[in-house]
């Protein structure tokens, strides 16, 4: 796709068609003429880009790119050669002409043999960097670099012309660029076979099928296309960004013209595309760090869409620029990521059927885009609305529906391939940028009730969490108490491995010590496990679980507590449980000094218990901060308030939460919580029951719970 057209196709392609436009007058003339330039220079493709690809997936991929180099070279070379031995300039130019038509042809077979071949030489994982440092030479620095040489080369030419020297006609400078164009396809021919045999050994494959006939094989390549949906999504998503661009080039000088510039102004439109085109390629990647690639190229699309559509509204030039900056940052990343992906995830024997179909399919509707819409823009003028006398120019109409066909053409390709489904967008997208992506939410159907308590130490939990569990068992409930950590076998043993006094976080780190970050890990641990075994199948039978303490204590104690960063403490907890949220979490406030105090009459603290007040006093105040911060799901309560009108309240808070229980006792089917739309926040995996000798999913008493205390 990227290599459809280089920069120098691009300036090449409308420096003609605005020279077209400018022979002749009136709008709609000036947009026929700048329409039927682009068709006719595009139109080789429709005829061999097909072709290409099946070429590209039945021949040997290097010996195809060797005898297209060496090809070009000979026809390169030929253009001022042939001047060189005639002055009649219409053999010389019009064999330029036909020279360049099939130059331009034998490009469209090397490419796609060119794109399907680079993945299998690059290691995935580096693929991506590999295809930024070659838009950025191509787009950036080749056509810099090129237009300083031939600046360059003009001057000296100048200056010798001026000191009276006389310099051969094969020595003028057009002649050496070709000259010079003729042996880099030489040197890439000899590089290739000689330097890069692998092209060989993987691309030569017969694309799926040796004997298959080339028709057959083209059918299969647009089949492939078609029932993929992951190809169908990123062909259709690039065809739809290709569309939107060129109704953005085919609008471009009646744009310009309605910003009340000229040719001037399209200048500065397009550059401020192609710098927003080299920044998303450039900066993109950094910028959103581990998003899915996926998920990446949608959003470029859509943001190439709706700054489209933003064009379509500003009033000014510098409002203008930075819309196209957009236009062409979005485009860029798509490029980038659309590239990456049709490399990395398609495989070998359809890839440069792949490529080519993107190759031709990008011309055809660009094409397509710029010759309709500049013929639109310039007979369609502008228009008052209704009597108002506002004037609504039909350019800008144009705008605006690509840019909405653009967001959608975005959205639709989202559709098709998202791979975090359930995981909304604009969150991962931000925790992508600020390095951590969000995990896949795991998501299962879930009836049940999921309650939490929380709190500081001796906050009465678990007194409280004895009550309601008896209050909704004796209303005939199915409840499943449990607590973090400890409710497995295996995070029994994390629990002893963290609350067992002689390992301390704050002596020297030695064979005792534990890390706060490895304190993190292990509370992580226990928390995956447990909500995968134990949580997550009883809330699938649609039971209540009651669990005493969930993320929120690691939020306050290794986040608030141990000044861990809170933002990688939730992510950790996220990534463990899946995303699985409470519905709701009461907790229960108390002074440390009084909370110490109750647990101390227990008999020995343990690791946690004897850290100092002022780590306790953090831990009550991130408990409170993520309360104030999401109130709609905590119930906060006065710990130091009578244990019966704490638990009266919290039950008649909980009863919200569940359906009427039948006269027969059954509890109604569909908990309220069992809100589908909720689901990517509070489901799980396929969890299993508890193992043979692990603690069941515990129905057990909060006092039974404690007897296991490590
Ligand atoms: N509202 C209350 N008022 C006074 N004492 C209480 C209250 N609730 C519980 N207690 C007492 O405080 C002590 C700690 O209570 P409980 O074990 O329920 O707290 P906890 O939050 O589960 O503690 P930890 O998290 O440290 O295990 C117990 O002796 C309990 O009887
Ligand atoms: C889940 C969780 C717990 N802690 C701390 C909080 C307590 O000090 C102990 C658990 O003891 P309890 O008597 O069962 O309440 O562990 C923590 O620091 N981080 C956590 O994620």
């Given at each position: 796709m990227l290599s459809v057209a280089s920069l120098g196709d691009w300036l090449g392609l409308l420096a003609t068609a605005t020279f077209a436009s400018a022979q002749v007058s009136g709008n709609a003339a000036k947009g026929l003429a700048f329409g039927s330039v682009i068709a006719v220079r595009l139109l080789p493709a429709l005829?061999?880009?097909?072709l290409a690809g099946v070429m590209a997936d039945r021949w040997d991929r290097r010996y195809t790119m060797v005898i297209c180099d060496l090809l070009r070279f000979v026809l390169f070379a030929t253009i001022p050669t042939v001047a060189l031995y005639t002055s009649d300039p219409k053999?010389?130019?019009?064999?330029?002409?036909?020279?360049?038509?099939i130059i331009e042809a034998i490009t469209l077979i090397w490419i796609p043999a060119k794109d399907a071949a680079v993945p299998n030489l690059i290691p995935r994982a580096r693929l991506e960097a590999?295809?930024?440092?070659?838009?950025?030479?191509t787009y950036g620095i080749t056509p810099v670099l090129a237009a300083a040489v031939l600046a360059a080369l003009n001057q000296f030419y100048q200056w010798l012309e001026k000191s009276g020297v006389i310099v051969a006609a094969w020595a003028a400078p057009s002649s050496l660029a070709l000259y010079?164009?003729?042996?880099?396809?030489?040197?890439?021919?000899v590089v290739v076979f000689f330097g890069i045999r692998e092209i060989s050994l993987s691309g030569h494959n017969g694309g799926g099928g040796k004997g298959d006939s080339m028709l057959r094989q083209f059918v299969d390549g647009w089949r492939f296309i078609g029932q993929t949906r992951m190809v169908r999504g990123l062909v259709l998503g690039i065809l739809g960004a290709f569309a939107a661009g060129g109704v953005v080039i085919g609008t471009g000088q009646f744009f310009a013209f309605s910003l009340g510039g000229g040719d001037a102004t399209f200048a500065i439109l397009f550059a401020a595309i192609f710098i927003g085109l080299g920044l998303g390629i450039a900066l993109g990647p950094r910028l959103i760090g581990g998003l899915s690639r996926r998920r990446w190229f949608c959003l470029s699309i859509m943001l190439a869409g709706a700054s489209v559509a933003l064009l379509a509204l500003v009033p000014h030039l510098s409002l203008a620029v930075v819309g196209a900056l957009l236009v062409g940052s979005g485009a860029g990343m798509a490029f980038l990521s659309g590239t990456t992906l049709?490399?990395?995830?398609?495989?070998?024997?359809?890839?440069?059927?792949?490529?080519a179909v993107v190759q031709t399919g990008t011309r055809v509707v660009l094409m397509l885009a710029i010759a309709v819409s500049s013929v639109l823009a310039g007979g369609g003028g502008s228009r008052d609305v209704g009597s108002t006398g506002v004037p609504i120019s039909f350019t800008r109409v144009l705008l605006g529906v690509a840019g909405v066909l653009g967001v959608l053409a975005g959205f639709w390709a989202l559709r098709q391939m998202d791979d975090k489904p359930g995981v909304p967008l604009l969150p991962d997208l931000i925790s992508s940028m600020r390095g951590r992506p969000l995990g896949m939410a795991e998501v299962s159907p879930r009836t049940g009730v999921f309650i939490v308590f929380e709190g500081g130490e001796g906050a009465g939990k678990s007194t409280q969490i004895g009550l309601l569990a008896q209050r909704l068992r004796d209303d005939g409930r199915e409840v499943v108490v449990t607590r973090e950590p400890g409710a497995t076998e295996v995070g029994a043993r994390i629990r002893k491995m963290v609350l067992e006094t002689h390992t301390t976080t704050s002596g020297p780190v030695g064979a005792t010590a534990l890390a706060p970050r490895a304190e993190a890990l292990l509370y992580a641990a226990d928390r995956a496990h447990h909500v995968s075994t134990v949580v997550r199948p009883a809330l699938r039978r649609g039971d209540i679980v009651v669990s005493d303490r969930y993320v929120d204590s690691s939020l306050a104690y290794q986040g608030a507590g141990r000044t861990l960063p809170v933002d990688e403490v939730s992510w950790l907890s996220a990534w463990a449980t899946g995303g699985l949220k409470p519905d709701l979490v009461v907790l229960l406030d108390v002074d440390p000094k009084v909370g110490l105090a109750r647990v101390d009459r227990r008999g020995e603290a343990d690791r946690l218990e004897r850290e100092s007040l002022d780590f306790h006093e953090r831990v009550r105040q991130g408990f409170l901060d993520l309360a104030a911060a999401e109130p709609a799901r905590y119930l906060v309560l006065d710990g130091t308030r009578d244990p019966a009108q704490l638990a009266?309240?919290?039950?008649?808070?909980?009863?919200?939460?569940?359906?009427?229980?039948?006269?027969?006792g059954e509890p109604h089917d569909g908990v309220p919580g069992a809100d589908p739309a909720r689901d990517g926040e509070r489901q799980g995996p396929a969890g299993r029951v508890p193992a043979p000798g692990e603690p069941p999913a515990t129905t057990g008493s909060p006092a039974e719970l404690r007897a296991g205390r490590g």
């Open positions: 005829v061999l880009g097909p053999i010389s130019v019009g064999w330029a002409a036909v020279a360049t038509f590999a295809n930024q440092l070659t838009l950025i030479t010079f164009l003729a042996f880099s396809r030489l040197a890439t021919a049709l490399g990395g995830e398609v495989g070998d024997e359809v890839r440069g059927r792949v490529f009266a309240e919290i039950a008649a808070r909980v009863a919200r939460l569940l359906p009427p229980v039948t006269p027969g």
